[in-house]
């Protein structure tokens, strides 16, 4: 079974200060991955996916991440972060080729930005 | 403007109720999913559907229905609702089953007391 690990349940950053959030899935075979954001009372809105070939993705609002296959690892990166960014950050993995599993999503991530 | 409607909002509802919640999306999506978001859980899939009259169980399907009888309305139903069914539901559609990218609507807060 799939299953993915956000490691950190907070973060906090400064404006304009970059940002990592760290992302670990566990599937045996090529996974599809994509990043969710979600803002206060809001649902969750599509950052970027990864399906194949280049494993530097772009997303929006500034956002990329880049899939490390050695390291199961698909983590979320922002240059400079603005206060609009404070959310909670989910990744989310689906088997390829979809299921019955749906995505699995990690525990999320919530993002502070200090002034 | 295309998209997942779900109602109601919100809703407070005593312990034994039954409820349903509705999900309608006008994207013209095979797929709909119905998952619950709790804090530090994240989210759970409850119960999905791969086309048009067909349903399957998710990871958290107990005490929850769900029917598919046409393309774009996914209802979810708690024929007796307890409290630890207070949760957040988000519905959510994919083109295919087979094609992982989802669209989620805004949500319904559900409190069981």
């Given amino acids: ?115 | 403007i295309a998209g997942i409607t779900q109602a109601p909002t919100s809703q407070i509802l005593a312990a034994g109720r039954r409820m349903t919640l509705r999900c309608t999306q006008d994207m013209r999506h095979n797929a709909m999913y119905w998952y619950r978001q709790d804090l530090g859980l994240g989210l759970r899939l409850i119960h999905y559907s791969n086309t048009a009259g067909t349903t399957g169980k998710g990871e958290v399907p107990d005490g929850y229905s769900v029917s598919r009888a046409n393309t774009d309305d996914f209802p979810l139903t708690l024929a007796s609702a307890v409290p630890s069914q207070t949760s957040v539901y988000f519905c959510a559609s994919s083109v295919a089953f087979s094609y992982n990218e989802q669209f989620f609507g805004p949500g319904t807060r559900l409190t069981v007391l």
């Fill in chain 1, 1 to 115: 079974a799939q299953s993915v690990t956000q490691p950190d349940i907070h973060i906090t950053v400064s404006e304009g200060a970059s940002l990592e959030l760290r992302c670990n899935y566990s599937y045996g075979a090529t996974p599809y991955l994509f990043w969710y954001v979600q803002s206060p009372g809001q649902g969750l809105q599509l950052l970027l996916k990864y399906f194949s070939g280049d494993t530097l993705v772009q997303g929006i609002k500034g956002f990329e991440a880049e899939f490390k296959r050695s390291q199961s690892s698909f983590n979320l990166r922002k240059p400079s972060v603005h206060w609009s960014d404070a959310a909670e950050y989910f990744c989310a993995v689906g088997a390829a080729g979809g299921g019955a599993d749906g995505l699995t999503f990690g525990k999320g991530t919530h993002l502070i930005i200090q002034p």
